[in-house]
């Protein structure tokens, strides 16, 4: 099993992003979708997370600026980030739940202020 992460980058402040987190298998009926994100010298933190069902729910920082979602035919979760801030500056890793625990390899976002 992989998951592939995309789409990060450098961006200005106010500006947005789409990541892009590709599994090799199919997600259907995996309940546990979600994005984290690490700072240099800070613990990794959860950003957003979206169930089988579409629930979602968010940290604190980020509500109302990021939108999580998954397209199951395209085995896909997305991260939608708008209205970013420097204190995003991050590394931010998909990771799902199908037995055990599976990470992505990081993608870089750098939000120049």
């Known amino acids: 099993v992989q998951l592939q992460a995309s789409g990060g980058g450098l961006v200005q402040a106010g500006g947005s992003l789409r990541l892009s987190c590709a599994a090799s298998?199919?997600?259907?009926?995996?309940?546990?979708l979600r994005w984290y994100r690490q700072a240099p010298g800070k613990q990794r933190e959860l950003v957003a997370a979206?169930?089988?069902?579409?629930?979602?729910n968010y940290g604190d920082s980020v509500k109302g600026r990021f939108t999580i979602s998954r397209d199951n035919a395209k085995n896909t979760a997305y991260l939608q980030m708008n209205s970013l801030k420097p204190e995003d500056t991050a590394v931010y890793y998909c990771?799902?739940?199908?037995?055990?625990?599976?990470w992505g390899q990081g993608t870089q976002v750098t939000v120049s202020s």
């Open positions: 298998v199919s997600i259907f009926s995996i309940m546990a």
């Open positions: 990771y799902m739940y199908w037995g055990r625990d599976y």
């Open positions: 979206v169930t089988s069902g579409g629930a979602t």
